[in-house]
């Protein structure tokens, strides 16, 4: 997966009440528990008057939280129009709360960062990705106990995916030639930060998920002086170790989305993927590619729903309903009683289960039955709004410190 942390675009999803299911099904009670009392609240890391917590990551095997804080910087000077920042991860001890240690992303009279990408292994690796006010990029990776593995300066403008394997793909889209066509050079790194390999790919990366890659091939089409996607989507998937397994082609009518509400493509643990499209610009559609390259089935879906994969299958929130899905059909179904706020979130949690963040609560779902595990006020979360939660603990930033608080 590719973490797609960016400054100023902290939203994961958002859905705008624009119609109904046409199903009912059962409500889940209006009645919520309040926070309890923190069990630990850690020492002051940041200041909450200049800096914020982006993220809260649990590390289960380690018995380790990690927050991902950052603080803007004044420019002294910069060719750049961009805001600076001082990035820093910090590590506590779960059942404790003191923290193991910290790591500043700034080298002394260097740049500072202007936007970045976090990506957490489940040993406890940390791989981010600066992109610096100089114009550089850099991979630092950091083992769990806080030092420097590696760096690796890459190409301005790369993505940094992290694959099934704990390494790296390192991908630098290059730009349209003149017939449209966009290709996009790959490295293959190990943990060490060692080059495996090397390639050209047709198209740009979409997604790497489960042991798949998945470009677009589709063709650019010039319109004035920029390059637009054109009619006739194309997709090409290969495993991690770059081996082509199959092209598709959608119909001139569906257009791939990038942002629906949600992830736009789900790659299933049996190699299913399924990508979300419109069709002639009228109705939101999934569509279910076999791991032999086949369509399966296209479901329509309204509008604005917020999607997220569970492995297995899929579950949709739209106009207060959370609905799961897996590759067969429909599964189970729950009606929230609580307000949406401006924004739905709904994701995955660091342990599997599925999350929904509503206007003043916070579900926690298992993901396939939809029964509920947790129904918590998300009031006391709002001032930082970054937490992390897994196995009835809930992690998060508040004014400067890192809380945990344990659930029922």
Known sequence: MKSTEKWGAIVLSAAV???????????????????PQPSWISASVYDASSASAHDIHFVKSRGLVYAHTVQHVNKTSSKTSYDWYLETVTAFDAATGTQKW????????????????????????????????????KIYALRPDGQEAWTRIIPYGSDVYLLNDGGLLIASPQGPDQ????????????????????????????????????????????????????????????????????SYKFPNSVNLLRDGGGMPILVQDDGTIIFRGSVAGTVNKLFAISPQGRLL????????????????????????????????????????????????????????????DMADTLYIFDPNTLNVVQAVSNLPLRSDYAFAYADGFLYAAKSGSLVKYVLN
């Open 17 to 35: 009440l624009l119609s109904a299911p046409s199903y009912a099904g059962a409500s889940v009670s209006e009645a919520k528990t309040a926070l």
């Open 102 to 137: 910290s790591y500043t992303f700034h080298e002394k009279s260097g740049p500072y960062t202007i936007a970045s990408s976090i990506l957490y292994t489940e040993d406890g690796t940390i791989y981010f990705t600066g992109t610096f006010s100089n114009s550089t990029q």
């Open 179 to 246: 017939s449209g066509l966009v290709k996009t050079s790959v490295s293959r790194c190990n943990s060490f930060g060692k080059t495996l390999s090397s390639h050209i790919l047709p198209g740009r990366i979409l997604s790497t998920e489960n042991d798949r890659i998945v470009t677009d091939t589709s063709r650019l089409v010039r319109i004035g002086s920029t390059w637009e996607r054109s009619s006739s989507p194309s997709v090409e998937v290969y495993t991690t170790d770059l081996k082509r397994l199959y």
């Open 297 to 356: 089935w296209g479901r329509v879906i309204p509008a604005d729903s917020v999607i997220t994969s569970t492995g297995n299958g899929y579950v949709t929130y739209s106009n207060r309903t959370v609905t799961s899905f897996n590759l067969s059909g429909k599964q189970a179904e729950q009606k929230l009683m609580d307000e949406p706020g401006q924004i739905v979130v709904l994701e995955r949690t660091n342990d599997k289960d599925l999350q929904i």
